[in-house]
């Protein structure tokens, strides 16, 4: 499995974009980037996943360059309800289980 | 049901004591997950079950811990002569195990051992 290296935190305001970058120099050819966004005492929850360039979905983008050895997590104009952990994993999820790694605390201020 | 389910939310029990955790999965899903999380750290793989084939046990930490699922139902976390230093919240996860789906998690059980 590709080890996965993320800021241990970052701090914002309200309405804000946040960019998190993750690098995964090891990244291999069949394995997908997932993010997953943890609030205290709960489950970790599935935000994005992506391949390779660009994914959009209703909460976030992700941004993979060409070569796929880090991407981006970005956050539009972030809320006091996003502070949470945001965790990056890689690996193919067809064969193998999630190694998650410290994360990234996010910290909203009003 | 709906989401993942896991029971007891919360259990303290004595040192020296077993336990067991339960996990029900969303229906459908043929892969299902055991994690350990303590208190402001990451997450711990411990058991990984796949449909029918053998589990991964790679991440129990001690032969103290198992676990067994029936068929791709439900699964029970089994940890033996509890010590304070098992105290830590246990997520269960399942997911459809193809590389287009996350996982979904449980909410938890908080187990303090005492």
């Known amino acids: 499995l590709a080890k996965t290296t993320q800021p241990i935190s970052m701090d914002s305001y309200e309405g804000q974009e946040v960019n998190i970058t993750c690098s995964h120099n090891n990244i291999a050819t069949n394995d997908y980037i997932t993010w997953y966004q943890q609030f205290p005492s709960q489950g970790p929850r599935f935000i994005i996943q992506?391949?390779?360039t660009k994914v959009t979905n209703e909460v976030a983008s992700l941004f993979i360059p060409a070569d796929r050895k880090s991407s981006t997590l970005s956050l539009p104009r972030v809320s006091l309800s996003d502070t949470a952990v945001y965790y990056c994993?890689?690996?193919?999820?067809?064969?193998?289980?999630?190694?998650f790694g410290t994360g990234t605390r996010l910290q909203v201020f009003p | 049901g709906a989401g993942v389910s896991q029971s007891p939310s919360n259990k303290v029990t004595e040192k020296g004591k077993d336990v067991e955790l339960r996990c029900d999965p969303i229906s459908g899903h043929t892969a299902l997950y055991w994690y350990r999380q303590r208190l402001g750290q990451g997450l711990e793989f411990l058991i990984y079950?796949?449909?029918?084939?053998?589990?991964?046990k790679s991440g129990l930490p001690s032969d103290r811990f198992s676990a067994e699922r029936t068929g791709e139902s439900v699964s029970t976390l089994t940890i033996q002569r509890t010590q304070q230093e098992d105290s830590a919240v246990y997520l269960c996860?399942?997911?459809?195990?193809?590389?287009?789906?996350?996982?979904?998690f449980g909410s938890g059980t908080r187990l303090t051992v005492v």
């Open positions: 996860a399942s997911s459809l195990g193809s590389s287009d789906y996350g996982y979904t």
């Open positions: 994993l890689v690996g193919d999820w067809g064969t193998d289980k999630l190694i």
């Open positions: 079950f796949q449909g029918n084939s053998a589990p991964d």
């Open positions: 992506g391949y390779k």
